[in-house]
């Protein structure tokens, strides 16, 4: 498995595999052609979610003199793939295809995937729980036996750019980008003080729907594994750092755990939605805010695993269907949802503990089976479910 860095990446929404991904490929083309005019077509869930997702806007932003074009008949390869054809002087001088492969990853055709070098020896999380209890670490430890000695202060920074995307959420009203006008909902969930909802749920909401918003005005976040699933793993470490006063310190040791559970996610099934679903997304946050919450309250290795396997587990075929293409609906609320769910799944791990008859890398295994046998229209196109069927109502 590759670092915990190339999981946890900083960078501009909605999307990590519609913008982080395409930016980075557009950098890349920078750095090896001197064109002076670029033309970009998009196919699969890049053509068809593109604009909503301002795909063809951070590419223009990215490359000079280019323009943009969305190409949703031709079938390819892979669901996010890019041409890119670089001309001077009025001729082409090259032309080249990336994929955008998932958390802002992207592979150019014909290469190996090779981004970052394998670092973790262990490949799945039975293989790594028995190397922990067998050395006697915590999952953190795990992480900081193999990272290199950068990756406190890399967490840290991811730790304040969440923290940062909370407080500019909480602090923006009005509008989200884009024809659905949907109204940012952060400030108000975090003022309502109607005595029908219980703290935890308005303030955890808040925090998920500002990191949330945030991401859909094409905002700096982290990916939680992607941009779609940021406000989810935020939303509960603000809460638990906020509210129940847990230090910094252990908020990366979280961030760890956490990071290391998504990777195993990553390395043996898939974090896009565009191949496997917003299983793929919110169903990893879960499971990655689950493994923080049971890392802090209660740090038992086998609840930590309980309790991802009981987040992922029931999330089990959630389609990625946004509306027009926006992750606005219903991906907003989704992580608010997903992040009552990840307290959930830790507090239900604890009860039943000794119960358990499914490992997680079961459930990652059924995760992938099911995002490979999930109709196309359900993986990130806005062809199907509730792209299909949603009826604007103003």
Known sequence: MKSIKELYK?????SSSHTIGPERACKKI???????????ILYGSLAFTGRGHLTDKVIQE???????EFSIDKLVEHPNTMDFYI??????????????????????KGDAFIEGEEIYPHKNFDEIKEYCIQNNLQLYDYVYQFEDESIKDYLKTVWTTMKEAIH???????????????????R??????????????????????????????GGTVVTAPTCGAAGVLPAVLYYLKDIQKYPDARIIDALATAGIIGNVVKHNASISGAEAGCQAEIGTAC??????HSELTNGKIDNIEYACEIALEHHLGLTCDPVLGYVQIPCIERNAVAAHRA?????LSYLLMGTRKVSFDTVVETMKETGHDLNSNYRETSLGGLAKLFKNKK
């Open 62 to 68: 990215t490359l000079p003199n280019a323009t943009v």
């Open 287 to 292: 499971s990655m805010a689950a493994a923080a």
């Open 30 to 40: 920078l750095s090896k052609y001197q064109g002076d005019s670029y033309k970009v």
């Open 168 to 186: 500019e959420g909480l602090h923006i009203e009005g509008n989200l980008p884009g024809p659905l006008e949907v109204k940012r909902k952060a």
């Open 188 to 217: 108000s969930l975090l003022y309502n003080q109607s005595q029908k909802n219980s703290i935890e749920l308005r303030l955890i909401s808040a925090y998920a729907y500002a990191v949330s918003e945030v991401n859909a005005s």
């Open 343 to 347: 307290i959930n799944a830790s507090e």
């Open 10 to 14: 900083i960078g501009k929404g909605p």
């Open 87 to 108: 001309y001077k002087d009025g001729g082409l001088i090259a032309e080249e295809r990336y994929y955008s492969i998932g958390g802002g990853s992207i592979l150019r």
